[in-house]
C-alpha cells in the first residue's frame, strides 16, 4: 500500500491552521436538536449536514411518511437563517419560485419569490413541470437569479433540500442529468425497523399537530465561518489520485451507459473535507472519500438498459468499482 505523509508535518500549530473543534462542536448542537424528534435516520441527518459545509444541495428520495420534510424543516430551525418551503406542482410557473416583475408608480419592480432564502425545501421537486425544474438550474448552480437583465445574488449560505417520492410517478416530471448533475448528493431513505418504529411511536404517539420545537444551534454567520474552514481542509496528492480513479473508472465500466461527470469529483472532494472536520480533522483521510463516494455519485451515472432489467443498482455497481481500487495509506 502506498504511504501517505503525516498530516501534522506542517510545522505550524494544529489550532493555528484551522478550529476544526468549533465544527465540531456546532456540528454535535445541530445534531442533539434534530434528534429530538426524529428517531434513526442517521445518515441523512449526516450528509445534510456534510451538504451544509460544502456549500451542496440534497436531494432525498423515499416513500411518503418517513419524515424527510419533517427532518428538513427541523434540519433548516436548527440554523439561525432564513428558510422557506415551496410545494411545486404540475400548475407551477417559474414566476411562482423565482419571483416576478410588477409594474409599480410607473415602472417595473421586481418581487422576489420564495427561492430567495437560505435554506430551501422544495417538496416533491419531481411534481413540477420541466420549464420550473429548469428554471431552478441558474439559482444552484450560480446562486443567482437573472430577470429582465438584471442578476439577483441569492444571500449566502444558501442550499436547497429537495424531495421526491419513488414510487408514485402518476403526474410527474422526471429530473433531467443536468439538473440532478447539480446535487451534491442523492439521498436514499429507507423504512425504520422494528425497534425504530417502536421509539417513533413513544416519541410522537401521544404529541398534537404541533410542530417539534427546535432550538437554533448555530447562526448563519457561523454556517459561513464553517464553510471557509471546511476548505481549508488538507487533502494529499494520493488522495485526490483516489478519488480521480473512482469517477474515471465509471466512465468506462461495462455496465455503465454513462459514468460520473468531473462535478462527482468535486463533490467527492468538498465532502470529504466536510466529512473530517465533522470529525475534528483537518485532514481527509481514505475513509471520508468512501463515505462520501456513493451518495455522490449514485445519481451521476446511468446503467445499460440490461443491467436495469436485471434490478441491479447503480449503489451495487459503485460498491464494486470502490473494492477495486486500492486504498492509499
Same mark, same amino acid.
Given at each position: 500500500?502506498?504511504?501517505?505523509?503525516?498530516?501534522?508535518?506542517?510545522?505550524?500549530? !494544529?489550532?493555528?491552521?484551522?478550529?476544526?473543534?468549533?465544527?465540531?462542536?456546532?456540528?454535535?448542537? $445541530?445534531?442533539?436538536?434534530? %434528534? %429530538?424528534? =426524529?428517531?434513526?435516520?442517521?445518515?441523512?441527518?449526516? @450528509?445534510?449536514?456534510?451538504?451544509?459545509?460544502?456549500?451542496?444541495?440534497?436531494?432525498?428520495?423515499?416513500?411518503?411518511?418517513?419524515?424527510?420534510?419533517?427532518?428538513?424543516?427541523?434540519?433548516?430551525? #436548527?440554523?439561525?437563517?432564513?428558510?422557506?418551503?415551496?410545494?411545486?406542482?404540475?400548475?407551477?410557473?417559474?414566476?411562482?419560485?423565482?419571483?416576478?416583475? $410588477?409594474?409599480?408608480?410607473?415602472? !417595473?419592480?421586481?418581487?422576489?419569490?420564495?427561492?430567495?432564502?437560505?435554506?430551501?425545501?422544495?417538496?416533491?421537486?419531481?411534481?413540477?413541470?420541466? &420549464?420550473? *425544474?429548469?428554471? /431552478?438550474?441558474?439559482? /444552484?448552480?450560480?446562486? *443567482?437569479?437573472?430577470?429582465?437583465?438584471?442578476?439577483?445574488?441569492?444571500?449566502?449560505?444558501?442550499?436547497?433540500?429537495?424531495?421526491?417520492?419513488?414510487?408514485?410517478?402518476?403526474?410527474?416530471?422526471?429530473?433531467?442529468?443536468?439538473?440532478?448533475?447539480?446535487?451534491? !448528493?442523492?439521498?436514499? @431513505?429507507?423504512?425504520?425497523?422494528?425497534?425504530?418504529? =417502536? /421509539? +417513533?411511536? &413513544?416519541?410522537?404517539?401521544?404529541?398534537?399537530?404541533?410542530?417539534?420545537?427546535?432550538?437554533?444551534?448555530?447562526?448563519?454567520?457561523?454556517?459561513?465561518?464553517?464553510?471557509?474552514?471546511?476548505?481549508?481542509?488538507?487533502?494529499?496528492?494520493?488522495?485526490?489520485?483516489?478519488?480521480?480513479? /473512482?469517477?474515471? %473508472?465509471?466512465?468506462?465500466?461495462?455496465? @455503465?451507459?454513462?459514468?460520473? #461527470?468531473?462535478?462527482?469529483?468535486?463533490?467527492?472532494?468538498?465532502?470529504?473535507?466536510?466529512?473530517?472536520?465533522?470529525?475534528?480533522?483537518? !485532514?481527509?483521510?481514505?475513509?471520508? =472519500? %468512501?463515505?462520501?463516494?456513493?451518495?455522490?455519485?449514485?445519481?451521476? +451515472?446511468?446503467?445499460?438498459?440490461?443491467?436495469?432489467?436485471?434490478?441491479?443498482?447503480?449503489?451495487?455497481?459503485?460498491?464494486?468499482?470502490?473494492?477495486?481500487?486500492?486504498?492509499?495509506?
Amino acid at each position: 500500500m502506498e504511504e501517505i505523509s503525516d498530516p501534522q508535518d506542517s510545522g505550524m500549530p !494544529f489550532g493555528n491552521r484551522l478550529p476544526v473543534e468549533h465544527i465540531a462542536e456546532g456540528i454535535e448542537k $445541530i445534531r442533539g436538536e434534530i %434528534k %429530538k424528534t =426524529i428517531v434513526g435516520q442517521n445518515e441523512m441527518i449526516e @450528509l445534510m449536514i456534510v451538504a451544509l459545509l460544502s456549500k451542496g444541495h440534497i436531494l432525498l428520495e423515499g416513500v411518503p411518511g418517513i419524515a424527510k420534510t419533517l427532518t428538513s424543516k427541523l434540519f433548516a430551525k #436548527s440554523v439561525d437563517t432564513g428558510f422557506s418551503r415551496i410545494q411545486f406542482t404540475p400548475d407551477l410557473m417559474p414566476a411562482d419560485v423565482l419571483g416576478t416583475s $410588477i409594474f409599480n408608480s410607473g415602472e !417595473f419592480e421586481f418581487r422576489k419569490g420564495p427561492i430567495f432564502s437560505n435554506i430551501v425545501l422544495i417538496d416533491e421537486i419531481n411534481r413540477a413541470p420541466a &420549464k420550473t *425544474q429548469s428554471a /431552478m438550474f441558474e439559482v /444552484m448552480e450560480e446562486r *443567482q437569479v437573472t430577470m429582465d437583465g438584471h442578476t439577483y445574488p441569492m444571500a449566502a449560505p444558501f442550499m436547497v433540500l429537495a424531495t421526491q417520492n419513488p414510487i408514485d410517478s402518476e403526474g410527474t416530471y422526471r429530473l433531467p442529468e443536468a439538473q440532478m448533475d447539480r446535487f451534491l !448528493f442523492k439521498i436514499h @431513505l429507507g423504512l425504520p425497523n422494528l425497534e425504530e418504529e =417502536i /421509539m +417513533i411511536l &413513544k416519541n410522537r404517539g401521544s404529541e398534537t399537530e404541533s410542530e417539534p420545537t427546535v432550538v437554533p444551534a448555530i447562526s448563519g454567520e457561523e454556517v459561513l465561518q464553517f464553510q471557509e474552514w471546511t476548505s481549508s481542509v488538507r487533502v494529499e496528492e494520493k488522495l485526490l489520485h483516489y478519488i480521480a480513479t /473512482m469517477v474515471v %473508472k465509471t466512465r468506462n465500466h461495462p455496465s @455503465l451507459y454513462a459514468g460520473a #461527470s468531473p462535478r462527482a469529483s468535486l463533490a467527492i472532494f468538498r465532502a470529504s473535507q466536510a466529512l473530517a472536520a465533522m470529525d475534528g480533522r483537518d !485532514f481527509v483521510i481514505p475513509e471520508d =472519500i %468512501k463515505r462520501a463516494a456513493i451518495p455522490a455519485m449514485r445519481h451521476r +451515472i446511468i446503467l445499460n438498459p440490461e443491467k436495469e432489467m436485471e434490478g441491479i443498482s447503480p449503489d451495487l455497481i459503485l460498491e464494486g468499482i470502490i473494492q477495486s481500487i486500492e486504498i492509499p495509506r
